[in-house]
């Protein structure tokens, strides 16, 4: 049994820091870095790409909305051509500067609104799709389970992997909980360690009412802005490795 | 005998467009593309890409500091190691979306200011071809004959090329003579096409006084915004190959 | 009688230049400037500004979403409050930019995409109002009639002053007919002239099926970028004129 | 005896947080805020403006050069026009959105390597005076003593402030100590307090081999972003109070 355990990281900008990057970096297999739209000048790239080197640790990018000042936070309303070309264009410049360390791009994971954006609408997603298969069919397509993101990926050839949060709390009918209302974040450490270990075994997750869900889990994701996220990401790595279960990075084909 | 002829294109925005791409690009044989630092967003760098590859011309980065407002014409003092990351991020964003369009980057040209300042600062000029051996040692640097960036991509063991201008005055002292002064500017097409095929033919140059200046040209540029350009690049094409000199890419080495 | 005649202006950015700002401004009463955010730096603000003054032509701001890449034609979903800010942000600046030039600002017109998502969604509307009340109460705010904006504007205190386009077509339902379908765009300048002549005299504009629809009128706008502007531009100002209508900057209050 | 405490604060940029605006705004009279261009988006402008409005400081604009990526700290090549026109419009900017704070400006001072280039290239200097006496001839001019910046305001006509560094080493020619020596910072309160008390009581300054240097001292700025900055703002405040020397903002006409 195996599962990826993944992070946004490189999010800082020219003299703005942000994240945990260096404490965060020896518990993943995967990081998705920055691209430079939403976070990630050349030099935090570079240095996060040295970082992930450092403790062999997998690669992809994380494209963005091009939105520095709202983090590509914001939907942003750009035609299937302009986020296919904006796509290419970022997977391009962080696949370069990983090859240049040596380092060979294995996934691509679409930050913020954008892969909110395309987990439901799968224009968007079917341009992501494209963009990242034009590049190399053999990337795999980060999004979140029987999303328009995962069908797009699939539908354009590429390897997926269905991703799930740790820390958040799912509605019984299987989306993830408002962050707005109470409960929408799990922080007990041993709560999230159980649920980890029940969707990567059993392959469900509880909702919020006690509900069961099935869920399938290639990749799990620790935020790198979430306070305490170091410590919880190595509490998800060691509850995971007690239990043999292999962290790697997802091994494309998955579907 | 044979000799590159290579042009700056690429250099629209959004909305704003610039340049006659083309009317140009079937008279060159290397297109230098704007990666989106001074101009050439993701949509327009592919639009480029695709334009290259319909006559088959071969194309370059043409990489610049980070200044759309100031079109890279605007010197900034960069650390050289925030001038190789910039360089490298631009040169990989480019020959991945070449590589989309089943294009191989060919080489690589500093775009405005950085042109500039990497022809006399050794520091700079070390910091791009360190950029560009990392990304591709077989990618071919353009510099001006004789400059720090010649010397740098040749110790950097890169190809490399020395350009000349078509349209432009040289001062005695082998410099180029200044835009200020009068006669810098040479837009005489015959007298244009007998300066070509000297410096191609003879290795000379005859400067503003009449004194007859050594000089080795592997590619020939002409200026994307130069009014005019597309009859200068198809008279310069028909002139040299009415003498029978090739106009291809330069086959590195050169040196 | 009278109405205002606007045109959105300085458009241009850096090298790049768009619109035929000199040979328009000589017909219009107001000119509407882009503020840096979708268009304008800092250099083409101050020769709009010098420009409207030479012809005596009133200035207003022209905010926009901070959308370089797409001219600020593409939503941005963007929390009030940010909206708020910006725009306080964008009129601030011009305001400043025109004082230095001896120039009051008379009226804000949101651009583009903000302008649509303005007319019909309250919030955004409230927001843009909010922040021109709170710079200066006695600026106009332009928007489409029976807009969220014209609404918005009336709330805050604003004077408001209602637009059409002189070159539209109209839908029988009151909204303009969308540029993809056929007989959007109105070119004939006959026919441009008698329909300003009847929206400003009768208060009524006939629709692309004959219906006659009621319309109120404080300004009408021309687009910097539709082909053949100065001379639409020149046509609606003289055709005016020939009636005995006073062309001049919406005198507030207007409602 | 009176003297100004100011400090660069407003350096936050969307979700990057920089600076500890909210620990050091009470101790001082003076606040430059920045603009956009170095750092600072318009809803981290207005919430500094209303921070100052809280504790009665005074505002004033912190223009620099366009370079989010490099904090402004990197000297870029403008032409002197260009540079009017972006410091009239950044001070243009802050105005307003000030204004609608109910706080009238009060003081420009340039920012990173905008500050350092004026300082010692008066025609840098004059670009920036005549941006701000355009705008506001009561407007305060912040530079060193002795600078090309100083010169070029009182040229101008405008008010002007002769600022120091609080934690700073002199060198004998009354030259900052670089950064790079041992020494150039003075990290000991007790110190840095009587340097301040000696600057301000008996206008000279004790260089690093002891020599006695004459200084006038209108403004002593501390660093937003110097660690333990809080500590060294209160302990300069009270320190200068005990003494009975009056905070507050450097009253104009200085020269």
Same mark, same amino acid.
């Given at each position: 049994?195996?599962?990826?355990?993944?992070?946004?990281?490189?999010?800082?900008?020219?003299?703005?820091?942000?994240?945990?990057?260096?404490?965060?970096?020896?518990?993943?297999?995967?990081?998705?870095?920055?691209?430079?739209?939403?976070?990630?000048?050349?030099?935090?790239?570079?240095?996060?790409?040295? +970082?992930?080197? /450092?403790?062999?640790?997998?690669?992809?990018?994380? $494209?963005?909305?091009?939105?520095?000042?709202?983090?590509?936070? %914001?939907?942003?309303?750009?035609? =299937?051509?302009?986020?296919?070309? +904006?796509?290419?264009?970022?997977?391009?410049?962080?696949?370069?500067?990983?090859? /240049?360390?040596? +380092?060979?791009?294995?996934?691509?994971?679409?930050?913020?609104?954008?892969?909110?954006?395309?987990?439901?609408?799968?224009?968007?997603?079917?341009?992501? !799709?494209? /963009?990242? !298969?034009?590049?190399?069919?053999?990337?795999?397509?980060?999004? =979140?389970?029987?999303?328009?993101?995962?069908?797009?990926?699939?539908?354009?050839?590429? =390897?997926?992997?269905?991703?799930?949060?740790?820390?958040?709390?799912?509605?019984?009918?299987?989306?993830?909980?408002? %962050?707005?209302?109470?409960?929408?974040?799990?922080?007990?450490?041993?709560?999230?360690?159980?649920?980890?270990?029940?969707?990567?075994?059993?392959?469900?997750?509880?909702?919020?009412?006690?509900? &069961? +869900?099935?869920?399938?889990?290639?990749?799990? &994701?620790?935020?790198?802005?979430? =306070?305490?996220? $170091?410590?919880?990401?190595?509490?998800?790595?060691?509850?995971?490795?007690?239990?043999?279960?292999?962290?790697?990075?997802?091994? $494309?084909?998955?579907?």
């Amino acid at each position: 049994m195996r599962v990826d355990l993944n992070c946004d990281l490189g999010e800082s900008y020219g003299v703005w820091t942000l994240g945990h990057d260096d404490e965060i970096m020896p518990s993943l297999s995967s990081a998705s870095v920055a691209c430079g739209f939403h976070a990630g000048d050349a030099g935090v790239i570079r240095r996060t790409l040295k +970082l992930a080197k /450092a403790h062999r640790v997998s690669v992809g990018a994380h $494209p963005s909305f091009p939105d520095l000042a709202g983090f590509g936070r %914001r939907p942003m309303a750009l035609e =299937p051509e302009a986020i296919e070309d +904006l796509v290419l264009y970022q997977v391009s410049a962080l696949a370069g500067m990983a090859a /240049a360390e040596g +380092l060979r791009l294995a996934h691509v994971k679409p930050h913020g609104a954008l892969y909110n954006v395309a987990a439901r609408d799968r224009t968007v997603a079917d341009a992501i !799709a494209r /963009a990242v !298969a034009l590049f190399d069919a053999g990337l795999v397509l980060f999004g =979140p389970p029987d999303s328009c993101l995962i069908a797009a990926g699939v539908a354009a050839g590429l =390897p997926v992997a269905r991703e799930v949060f740790a820390d958040r709390a799912y509605e019984p009918d299987g989306r993830l909980r408002s %962050r707005s209302l109470p409960g929408a974040l799990i922080v007990d450490l041993t709560s999230i360690g159980d649920r980890v270990i029940q969707m990567v075994e059993e392959h469900t997750v509880t909702a919020v009412d006690g509900t &069961c +869900l099935p869920v399938h889990v290639d990749t799990i &994701c620790v935020h790198g802005d979430t =306070p305490g996220v $170091p410590a919880l990401a190595r509490c998800i790595r060691t509850t995971l490795e007690k239990r043999g279960i292999l962290i790697a990075p997802p091994s $494309p084909p998955q579907l």
